[in-house]
């Protein structure tokens, strides 16, 4: 049985390795009308031009396209290795909406795609958008952040989230184009093109070439913002701005890691606020902390191109307060510090960084210069430090984040409720394998700390408390707090306790590249090894394939309903902004 089955394994590997004829967009797009897109066709054998027919509803595609795409006789692999030929036409875009069936012939190959070109409605239902992402913001952390920030009285919230009571809600499906899982680069994308990718890609149908920006590109909002209005683009992060999520507004790459070229992206684009970390790709190759190879310095070219600098809190409070035209905030060299460690714990890198502002104000900034501008605006603002004290299961780290999420939420509210006619988004790019399970209560008996975690009826109620009412607890180290666990998780050791010396580490490499319990952890009292349950070149937990809850309030929220593929998103928010409404 065994050996049957390899067999037929080999064999399967082996008509594997002949990739499939491909049509870029993908089969079952959905395109904005007259949004601009590439259009390619990646044969599996050579084939001469002449024996390629391609079709479009039934007519040869020329007549529909416009224009007769390039021909590449042999597009070539790794290695030099001859993949087929390629059928490449940039900057495609079809005015007319409908179904538009795409059948490629050439030789014994064929494949059919259809598309759905989608005009929006002619009248806008909304002035400005502000999307909201917590990065990996999965159920686990909107509870853990309701019981932690409000309470609970038996069995009764204390109080509820600002994303609670956004009055529309939709389930999101985030699987990219090769692969059940998913990472910020291809969920941002598709929210922000209205088309799925693959993994690490932005804005781009990934092709087969090595190549990393000539793929198949897509537009992004931010272009089709451009394109059709003039309304301002701001975008907010907590992580470095040329980080996947953010980057996802701008960018075209197969590689969300080309983060200095992303910089030269954003320049492209000029987002009238962009808020976040990420200097280091900003600074020319001489100056201390850059990560640039090259000497262009661009904190010199947005400077030359309208924008006022703040390095820290107090210079984005005067920049807040000032008639700055355009407003670049780089708080950080990379990502920026927790809110846990910003305010409460004073870890991580905050002696290095000690002004970092924090997502609200840096919300709160970006609402007050975008909403100068009377044709309206759209603002992704992005808690990103969900995700990125989730990988290493840093619950307090994530929870405390997605309450600072909330409140920046809130802020949101509090101007739409003098600005009615904006449409706020709530949601994740993806999840995280992430449950609350019940408490765990120092002052249980027993000698092992899994003794000591409750569940069902033993688990109770946590002790946290508010004071001093900021909506954070006021301490995380209390005797009795929530037991939250991730399903999946590298060799670590498992503490018991918040991280009170900063963000946790729970993995190392070892000698060989394989990664290993930190023993850093190991003397912690109580703190056991857990074996890992992930390939041991995971250093951290890793994403799950779990939907994403989105949630929305204001005009054009009632789109959201049901269950949603992530790249439906887009077309709420065009529609909203009614960016393919019919035009003389
Ligand atoms: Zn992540």
Redesign the pocket.
């Known amino acids: 049985m065994r050996t049957l089955l390899s067999a037929l394994a080999a064999t399967t590997l082996l008509a594997g390795a002949a990739q499939a004829t491909a049509i870029y967009p993908l089969d079952r797009a959905t395109i904005l009308v007259s949004s601009p897109f590439d259009f390619k066709i990646e044969l599996d054998a050579v084939h001469p031009e002449a024996e390629i027919a391609v079709t479009v509803n039934g007519k040869p595609y020329a007549e529909t396209f416009g224009a007769k795409a390039d021909y590449v006789a042999e597009e070539k692999g790794k290695d030099d290795a001859v993949l087929g030929s390629a059928l490449i036409l940039r900057d495609l875009a079809l005015a007319e909406p409908g179904s538009y069936t795409v059948e490629v012939r050439a030789g014994d190959e064929t494949r059919t795609v259809t598309w759905e070109v989608y005009a929006t409605p002619a009248a806008p239902k909304a002035k400005n958008i502000i999307f909201f992402v917590g ?2 913001l999965s159920v686990a952390h909107r509870t853990a952040a309701r019981i932690m920030s409000k309470g609970m009285t038996e069995g009764k919230a204390d109080g509820r989230l600002a994303m609670d009571d956004l009055d529309h809600m939709a389930f999101i499906g985030t699987s990219s184009t090769h692969s059940v899982a998913t ?2 680069a291809n969920t941002m994308s598709a929210y922000m093109t209205g088309h799925k990718s693959r993994v690490n890609a932005l804005g781009v149908y990934a092709d087969r070439t090595p190549a990393t920006q000539d793929d198949p590109k897509v537009e992004t909002i931010a272009e089709a913002l451009r394109r059709t209005t003039g309304k301002s683009i701001g975008v907010v992060s907590t992580a470095e701005i040329e980080d996947a999520t953010p980057a996802a507004v701008v960018a075209h790459t197969r590689k969300r890691g080309e983060k200095a070229d992303i910089v030269g992206m954003f320049h492209d684009i000029r987002p009238e606020v962009m808020l976040g970390g990420g200097s280091a790709y900003f600074l020319k190759s001489d100056i201390p902390g850059s990560k640039r190879k090259d000497d262009s310095d661009y904190v010199a070219m947005f400077r030359e191109a309208g924008y006022t600098l703040a390095t820290n809190a107090a210079e984005l409070d005067a920049a807040r307060g000032s008639d700055a035209e355009r407003l670049l905030g780089l708080f950080h060299t990379g990502n920026m510090d927790t809110k846990l460690d910003r305010s409460f714990l004073h870890q991580g890198t905050v002696g290095k960084f000690p002004n970092q502002p924090g997502l609200v104000e840096m919300t709160e900034a970006a609402l007050d210069q975008l909403s100068k501008n009377e044709e309206g605006f759209f603002l992704m603002v992005e808690g990103a430090s969900i ?2 004290m989730s ?1 290493p299961m840093d619950w307090d780290r994530a929870v405390i984040d997605t309450i600072e999420f909330d409140q920046a939420i809130a802020s949101a509210r509090a101007f739409a409720e003098t600005h009615p006619d904006t449409l706020i988004v709530v949601t994740g790019d ?1 999840t995280h394998g992430v449950s609350v399970i019940g408490t765990i209560d120092d002052d249980k008996p027993g000698d092992e700390m899994r003794e000591k975690v409750g569940t069902y009826d033993a688990a109770g109620f946590p002790n946290y408390t508010d004071a001093d009412g900021d909506g954070y607890p006021d301490r995380i180290d209390v005797s009795r707090r929530l037991a939250i666990f991730s399903s999946n998780f590298p060799d670590h050791y498992e503490t018991w306790r918040p991280k009170m010396d900063g963000p946790f580490e729970p993995s190392v490499q070892n000698e060989k590249g394989e990664y290993v319990a930190n023993e850093a952890y190991k003397d912690i009292p109580g703190a056991v090894l857990r074996v890992g349950n992930l390939p041991k070149s995971a250093d951290t937990a890793v ?1 799950a394939v779990d939907d994403v809850v989105l949630q929305a309030t204001g005009p054009g929220a009632e789109e959201f309903k049901g269950y949603m593929e992530q790249s439906d998103v887009y077309r709420v928010l065009v529609d909203a902004f009614a960016l393919g409404a019919p035009r003389n």
Do not use: E, P, R, V
Request: glycine share 12%; hydrophobic share 0%; net charge negative.
């Open positions: 990065d990996g990472d910020s995700d990125k990988h993806h994403h």
